[in-house]
């Protein structure tokens, strides 16, 4: 008598499960107990991430640490969105080093994004929207060849778009709006497209907008820095006294020329004064 197909299945399960533990990657407790470290957690969401727990973040597949994806025994997504979450993000999240997702959303982080993150290699989506963070996007970014999504809409950060975004030629999600970014948008990231979507750009004006100091097609170009209002009036209370001045000076000039006419004799005592008499 055969065995149903399905038993083969379930004996393979079963030996997946009963097999000895892979060994805990270092890099990866490394990775994990450093942003504990970073992070305050009002909520408790992370309360089951424990010391002991950082000591064997992945089986297998399997992770008991809230937000841990696991593949192959190495954590390869971290998803922590909306926990409450304070603190900065530590340079040690790049010893994760098989990470492809890792979204810290909505939570209220703070202080620079960490360049040490373009170790991540694989990383293929990084959503850090809706923080608090600030300074510079580090242009070592453009490290992480196969990044398909950046957000970072709705964070502080200023300085310039980094040319070197536009040469991520998978990136297809890339959101910076509402920051305090400036100068021109990076011409890769904002080029008209070709073919059925001609005269599109890249990303829309959408992924740009809500900072003020940043300009370029999608967005409008640079506009001229205006005059302030206490210019605008100096300009013109100046304007108006020197018009006085030049006014009053006009004056006093005709009072004197004609003043000094009329004490000169006329053209024709002069003229008879000097011809003989007959």
Request: hydrophobic letters at 45%.
């Amino acid at each position: 008598m055969s065995r149903p197909p399905h038993h083969h299945l379930l004996l393979l399960a079963a030996a997946l499960l009963l097999s000895p533990p892979c060994a805990a990657d270092p890099d990866d407790e490394r990775c994990l107990s450093s942003l504990h470290r970073s992070l305050s957690d009002p909520s408790g969401g992370l309360r089951n991430w424990t010391t002991s727990s950082f000591a064997a973040p992945c089986v297998g597949f399997i992770s008991n640490l809230q937000g841990v994806t696991c593949n192959n025994g190495r954590v390869y997504k971290l998803a922590l969105p909306g926990l409450s979450l304070t603190g900065a993000l530590p340079p040690e999240l790049s010893n994760c080093t098989n990470l492809q997702s890792l979204d810290l959303s909505a939570n209220a982080l703070s202080g620079p994004i960490p360049a040490a993150l373009s170790a991540l290699l694989n990383l293929a989506v990084l959503n850090l929207s809706a923080n608090a963070l600030s300074g510079a996007i580090p242009r070592d970014l453009a490290a992480c060849a196969y990044l398909n999504v950046i957000d970072l809409h709705a964070n502080r950060l200023s300085g310039p778009i980094p040319d070197e975004l536009g040469l991520l030629v998978r990136l297809s999600t890339f959101d910076v709006s509402d920051n305090r970014l400036s100068g021109p948008i990076p011409a890769l990231l904002a080029n008209r497209t070709t073919g059925a979507a001609a005269g599109a750009a890249r990303f829309n004006a959408s992924s740009f907008a809500g900072n003020k100091d940043l300009y370029g097609y999608p967005l409008p170009p640079m506009r001229p820095r205006g005059l302030s209002v206490l210019a605008i009036v100096g300009i013109g209370l100046g304007s108006g006294l020197l018009s006085l001045v030049l006014s009053f000076s006009a004056v006093c000039l005709w009072l004197r020329a004609t003043d000094r006419t009329a004490t000169m004799p006329g053209d024709d005592a002069k003229i008879s004064h000097l011809m003989p008499d007959y």
